[in-house]
Antibody
């Protein structure tokens, strides 16, 4: 069955870096688009980034452009989110999601990994 | 990239129906059929309950339905049950920036 498991979260100082991983099982990442969506404690959902099915196109929310990079490694069947120059307002639970059909059909979600940016 | 507008909370009694609105713009909610709705229970990941404005994924109760009029999408939950108490989020594709926008979320309370 389809499974997504995020890892790599933790506590990091402002200005630091983290790389989140999203390990996929039950399917190949080659054939789907993936989004990262985050949720600050007690707050709503915020879209962060997407990588298209062909792996060639990536798009980001304005607040992370130039700091975050979404990528995938088909040999590891894993999607990544590299986060640099982290700020306190990047603190959130980060979810990896897989599209099923159209771009907003985020049909499969991992449990999330928590990122806390604090000194 | 402005968030979509949802009411902060709605409530209803068991068996009743409620509707949650999601207002955006012509460039997102009002264009294409790229609007989805998600249900999130506390401590859980969101769950897709409506895609493409009106489509229910397999396994989603037919008590959930979606619609759109102009730049406003709506989610209707009929025959309210205690298990429907959760947060609900709309999501739309914004085609100028090729990004996704989420609404601020609506807390549904079943009285």
């Amino acid at each position: 069955q389809v499974q997504l498991v995020e890892s790599g979260g933790g506590v990091v100082q402002p200005g630091g870096s983290l790389t989140l991983s999203c390990a996929a099982s039950g399917f190949s990442v080659n054939f789907y688009s993936f989004h990262w969506v985050r949720q600050a404690p007690g707050k709503g959902l915020e879209w962060v980034a997407v990588i298209t099915m062909d792996g060639k196109n990536t798009y980001y929310t304005d607040s992370v452009k130039g700091r975050f990079t979404i990528s995938r490694d088909t040999s590891k069947n894993t999607v990544f989110l590299q986060m640099n120059s982290l700020r306190r307002d990047d603190s959130a639970l980060y979810f990896c999601t897989r599209v099923e059909g159209t771009v907003t059909s985020l049909a499969h979600w991992g449990p999330g990994t928590l990122v806390s940016v604090s000194s | 990239q402005s968030a979509l507008t949802q009411p902060a909370s709605v409530s209803g009694s068991p068996g009743q129906s409620i509707t949650i609105s999601c207002t955006g713009a012509r460039s997102d909610v009002g264009s294409f059929k790229l609007v989805s709705w998600f249900q999130q229970h506390p401590g859980k990941a969101p769950r897709l309950i409506i895609s493409d404005v009106t489509q229910r994924p397999s396994g989603v109760s037919d008590r959930f339905s979606g619609s759109r009029s102009g730049d406003t999408a709506s989610l209707t939950v009929s025959g309210l049950q205690a298990e429907d108490e959760a947060d609900y989020y709309c999501c739309a594709y914004e085609h100028h920036s090729a990004s996704l926008l989420f609404g601020g979320g609506t807390k549904l309370t079943v009285l």
